[in-house]
């Protein structure tokens, strides 16, 4: 999809993102008669990333969604996106499809590069959608639903992860100036109470 550039980060919400790939892969859905189920988390904090690159996860996962239901016996085509605020104060997305899902030995290899199944596949894609994840500090998993289907989740650190993140690091060197904002915090949660 996109060629080589240098990566762009800025502050994204990730709901946005995946706005902009159903656009982008309006016509292709209707043709292969795919319905999109969406539930966004409203509100999600922002995610600090290159935007193209994001899009080409979203894209590369909606695709592999729709070959494999191109292939499934079912006529029902549906896919589930949805993104959520994670335990870990990290945004998160999934992606679950009604195809063919994902056999169990090959569960391993998915991420490997030129890993393909497909009748002229490159087996790039999911490669290049780890790389992305990982370049932007965050994980990606694959698993079978089970009702059927492929489910391919990932997540990445918000903006105030990272920034929680850097004030454990600087809290180390600024003891004092961090018992002063605790205490700060402490009266004003205390007031709210009342
Ligand atoms: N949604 C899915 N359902 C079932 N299998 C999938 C799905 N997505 C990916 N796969 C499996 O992972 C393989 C690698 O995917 P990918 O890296 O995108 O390469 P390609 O699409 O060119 O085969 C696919 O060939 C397929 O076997
Ligand atoms: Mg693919």
Redesign the pocket.
């Known amino acids: 999809m996109a060629g080589k550039r240098a990566p762009a980060y800025a502050l994204l919400g990730l709901n946005d993102i995946v706005r902009e790939c159903l656009v982008f892969l309006r016509h292709e859905s209707e043709d292969k008669n795919v319905v999109f189920k969406t539930r966004l988390e409203p509100n999600l904090p922002f995610i600090r990333g290159d935007q193209i690159q994001l899009q080409q996860i979203i894209v590369?996962?909606i695709?592999?969604?729709i070959?494999?239901m191109k292939a499934a016996p079912q006529t029902q085509h549906e896919i589930y996106l949805e993104t959520s605020l994670d335990a870990n104060d990290h945004v998160a997305f999934s992606?679950r499809?009604t195809?063919?899902?994902?056999?169990i030995e090959?569960m391993e290899q998915?991420?490997d590069g030129f890993?393909?199944?497909?009748d002229g596949?490159?087996?790039?894609?999911?490669?290049?959608?780890q790389s992305i994840v990982k370049a932007h500090g965050g994980t990606i998993a694959?698993a079978n639903h089970a009702d059927g289907?492929?489910l391919?989740h990932f997540s990445i650190p918000t903006e105030s992860a990272a920034t929680a993140a850097n004030d454990s690091a600087s809290s180390r060197y600024l003891a004092s100036g961090i018992t002063l904002d605790t205490t700060r915090q402490t009266s004003l949660s205390t007031s709210d109470e009342c």
């Open positions: 590369n996962l695709v592999n969604s070959q494999a992606i499809d195809g063919t899902g994902i056999p090959y998915l991420f890993f393909t199944t497909k596949g490159l087996g790039i894609g999911l490669a290049i959608c694959a289907g492929a391919f």
